[in-house]
């Protein structure tokens, strides 16, 4: 079976979204920004096109991080974002499908996925979390930025076709392998990681959560 491809998406990935979300889906990646600016070890992963990058970069000077995306047409949107900023070369591009890649074992500080966990099916990302997991430092954190199913009934209504419409069209143009939105906060709980943050956008529609590693 042919491997997920966000590249043809790529140039059209910022507008689409713009049209789609506004400023919402940036909003709700950068909004745990004032927790990171300690940080030294990053891994960012399914970066794609790097706003939440640029973000980073331009909040916190001494973190080294490393991104980590398939698309070489998205790593190359992310390198022009970032390649003026003073402290662009701490940055280290990698070009991997995740599930290729080696995860170094207690490394990193942070793992960032923001619109990222979405793209896998229950089994992927319970090996992602795994991952994830075991590269983090004990009291390391993990930002999971997403889109989210609300309780009430009419927003839950809405928000599921919504879903649908997307997975069905990210489906056909990137060949993701999720049919539906997984939700992994019981797979980081039996990983011992614990909630210390969330935050909610667009009707409850977009998450942010700061977990960190117990
Ligand atoms: C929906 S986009 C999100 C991009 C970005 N994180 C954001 O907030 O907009 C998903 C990204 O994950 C990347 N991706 C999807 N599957 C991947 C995989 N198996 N390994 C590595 N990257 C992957 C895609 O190329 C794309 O850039």
Same mark, same amino acid.
């Given at each position: 079976m042919k491997k997920t491809s966000f590249d043809k998406l790529a140039p059209w990935y910022h507008f689409l979204e713009t049209i789609s979300f506004g400023n919402h889906l940036q909003q709700c990646r950068i909004s745990q920004l004032v927790e990171l600016n300690k940080v030294k070890n990053v891994l960012i992963l399914g970066d794609g096109n790097g706003r939440f990058l640029e973000s980073l970069l331009k909040s916190n000077n001494n973190a080294k991080i490393e991104s980590l995306d398939i698309s070489k047409k998205m790593i190359g949107l992310a390198t022009a974002r970032i390649n %003026?900023?003073?402290? %662009? /070369?701490?940055v280290i591009f990698i070009h991997s499908d995740v599930f290729d890649w080696d995860f170094p074992k207690d490394k990193y500080d942070l793992v960032v996925t923001n619109f990222f966990?979405?793209? !896998?099916n229950y089994s992927e990302l319970t090996k992602l979390i795994e991952k994830i997991s075991l590269s983090l430092k004990p009291e390391g954190k993990l930002i999971y930025g997403d889109f989210s199913v609300p309780n009430s009934l009419f927003k839950k209504t809405l928000t599921s076709l919504l879903l649908l419409g997307m997975y069905l069209f990210f489906k056909i !143009?990137?060949?993701? /392998?999720?049919?539906s939105l997984y939700d992994p906060t019981s797979l980081l709980i039996e990983k011992k990681f614990i909630l210390k943050n969330e935050k909610y956008y667009l009707w409850s529609f977009l998450k942010s959560q700061l977990w960190i590693k117990n």
């Open positions: %003026s900023l003073a402290n %662009s /070369s701490n966990l979405d793209c !896998f !143009f990137t060949r993701i /392998s999720a049919n």
